[in-house]
């Protein structure tokens, strides 16, 4: 009987615990217990147990109290430790905070600030009532930029240079990194790492100009199709050629250019890996496929999911410069057609639906190959 009495005890005072304060729970649960002793005639039982659970729970209210008083004296001290680090590291590494804030006020001003604008994707956007007041029609841009005749033709064209940026050219930085970092002459090796970056700060509009020298009647390239014995061609006028072009001048500007992020990861490989592996006998070849790609996967992971929220977001100055009006149908993509109907046209409400569904694509491609990535790989993907 005094089991299940303690048993009911234990019952109640699960209730209690969670109707009532500690203060106040510790005398009433005692109390209760003694006055349901009285009835019974068991008053010598329920005085010893209504004393040991009194005890017991104050000593367990006294020892909550205790703890919450140091957790409080550690927070405050952790937090004014936090406080007085952060006022140091500011007064010490103040001109590097100098030097970050004009580039943080152009990240906000030129890519959250403009966030705000979207919204004119489901209006009917008039320059002169602006975007409070202009008419709202919801997803009627979507559904009009869906009917266009040339929407699908222009979707196809921008998956096809996606593809052609994203899968096919990514590839080629790591293998120059690679082919760079198993150069042993220093002058030889900074000098083809100087070429390889130099087209990168040419503008599209020289690249062009020069693609178009080489290509043209007169260029190099149909002087070399004389000389074999073949006619003169136009390449930049025919719609075959133009995604060649566009691959072959990507590589040539940009590849270099990505070669820097990838032999910084190989500088900072620790020496003693590669030490140990010759010892064992490991040949150059073998040392670059076991130790050194392996260490780029991480970096490459990385890369490659930044570049994948782009997929649809080719480039506006490649594709301008490089089209003429008879490459346009394998040449146009979202970018031009924003530029020419939405800049040139005044339809700003179905350009910015365009930018939307870029962004919308983009979002969606980075969280599927991020989880993805975080799955296969032990390090991989930008979160968890």
Do not use: C
């Not at 010598?44 to 209210?61: C, D, G, P, Y």
Request: no cysteine.
């Amino acid at each position: 009987m005094i089991f299940l009495k303690i048993v009911k005890f234990y019952l109640l005072l699960s209730i209690l615990r969670i109707f009532y304060p500690i203060s106040a729970r510790v005398p009433f649960s005692a109390k209760f217990l003694l006055s349901s002793e009285k009835i019974h005639g068991k008053t010598e039982v329920s005085h010893s147990l209504a004393a040991f659970w009194s005890q017991r729970m104050i000593t367990k209210a006294n020892d909550r109290g205790l703890d919450t008083v140091k957790k409080n004296k550690k927070d405050d001290s952790s937090a004014a430790l936090n406080s007085s680090f952060r006022t140091s590291n500011l007064k010490k590494y103040w001109p590097y905070y100098v030097l970050v804030f004009p580039g943080m006020v152009y990240l906000l001003m030129f890519n959250y600030v403009p966030m705000f604008g979207s919204v004119i994707a489901f209006q009917n956007y008039s320059v002169f009532k602006g975007v409070s007041g202009s008419n709202w029609v919801g997803l009627e841009n979507f559904r009009k930029l869906l009917a266009l005749p040339d929407f699908y033709r222009i979707l196809g064209n921008s998956l096809i240079f996606g593809f052609i940026k994203t899968i096919l050219i990514f590839p080629i930085p790591v293998i120059f990194s690679l082919a760079i970092n198993e150069i042993r002459n220093m002058k030889l090796k900074k000098a083809i790492q100087t070429a390889v970056y130099i087209p990168h700060f040419l503008s599209w509009v020289i690249v062009a100009s020069l693609i178009f020298d080489v290509f043209g009647k007169g260029g190099l390239f149909n002087i070399a199709r004389n000389l074999l014995g073949m006619k003169s061609i136009l390449p930049m006028q025919m719609e075959s050629w133009f995604r060649p072009i566009f691959t072959i001048s990507s590589v040539w500007k940009e590849a270099g250019w990505g070669t820097v992020v990838y032999l910084a990861a190989l500088s900072s490989i620790d020496p003693g890996i590669y030490e140990a592996a010759e010892i064992d006998g490991a040949s150059r070849f073998q040392r670059t496929r076991l130790i050194t790609f392996p260490m780029l996967i991480p970096t490459m992971l990385t890369l490659f999911l930044l570049g994948i929220g782009k997929f649809l977001e080719i480039g506006f100055e490649q594709n301008y410069n490089l089209l003429t009006p008879m490459t346009q149908g394998v040449g146009d993509i979202f970018d031009t057609y924003v530029y020419r109907v939405g800049i040139l046209n005044g339809q700003y409400s179905s350009t910015t639906a365009i930018g939307l569904f870029q962004a919308v694509v983009g979002i969606t491609l980075v969280t599927l190959f991020n989880k993805i990535a975080s799955k296969t790989t032990e390090d991989g993907g930008l979160w968890r």
